[in-house]
């Protein structure tokens, strides 16, 4: 299986600073068909995980720009480029090129 | 609006079964690959098993593999996870989510398993 680790484990942040969070995979992500299926999702305090990105980079529907995604082949980062309130929770990366699909151990966000 | 809620969850004890069920609404239920995913106490996020939208291909995660079974009945927009030899370790909360090309981008707001001894 696919080892997907995630650090920090943990980042407090000041409102309207910066966050960062880096998900390195065990293999490369690379698809037979060209496509690298790496997506991040935002798990807050007592709700269920939600879609923020999906192939590295694509925005989900209604997803604030302040969320980003980068990265290539093993090594994936996801921005935050202004922590706000609403972003307190727990991030996953997630590959889905091969089965079975792992996520990362979470990365928990919280404000300073 | 899109929806997806989970039910059949409950304590069981070790070794017996349960089966889950995720009813779906506002979408074409048939038209997509459906997931289980579970959450332990305390944990992550585990993926369990998925199934295409025709039923036709199914894939599991080693620690459920033989043990669980995901269905689907596209007549009454329903998923299932048939779980049987319970243990402990499969003590979490279990969530269905829709498939995109491919991740997940509807979740339900999951049902609660307790293996107890």
């Known amino acids: 299986d696919i080892v997907m680790t995630q650090t920090p484990l943990s980042s407090p942040v000041t409102l309207g600073q910066p966050a960062s969070i880096s998900c390195r995979s065990s293999?490369?992500?690379?698809?037979?068909?060209?496509?690298?299926?790496l997506s991040w999702l935002q798990q807050r305090p007592g709700q269920p995980p939600r879609l923020l990105i999906y192939k590295i980079s694509n925005r989900f529907s209604g997803v604030p720009d302040r969320f980003s995604g980068s990265g290539a082949g093993t090594d994936f980062t996801l921005k935050i480029s202004r922590v706000e309130a609403e972003d307190v929770g727990v991030y996953y990366c997630l590959q889905a090129t091969h089965f079975p699909w792992t996520f990362g151990q979470g990365t928990k966000v919280e404000i300073k | 609006q899109v929806q997806l809620v989970e039910s059949g969850g409950g304590v069981v004890q070790f070794g017996r079964s349960l089966r889950l069920s995720c009813a779906a609404s506002?979408?074409?239920?048939?038209?997509?690959?459906l997931h289980w995913v579970r959450q332990a106490p305390g944990k992550g996020l585990e993926w369990v098993a998925v199934?295409?939208?025709?039923?036709?291909?199914?894939y599991y995660a080693g620690s459920v593999k033989g043990r669980f079974t995901i269905s689907r009945d596209n007549s009454k927009n329903t998923l299932y996870l048939q779980m049987n030899s319970l243990r402990a370790e499969d003590t979490a909360v279990y969530y269905c989510?829709?498939?995109?090309?491919?991740?997940?981008?509807?979740w339900g707001k999951g049902t609660t398993v307790t293996v107890s001894s």
């Open positions: 199934i295409s939208f025709d039923g036709s291909e199914k």
């Open positions: 506002g979408f074409t239920f048939s038209s997509y690959g």
């Open positions: 293999q490369s992500l690379v698809h037979g068909n060209g496509n690298t299926y």
């Open positions: 989510a829709r498939g995109g090309s491919p991740y997940m981008d509807v």
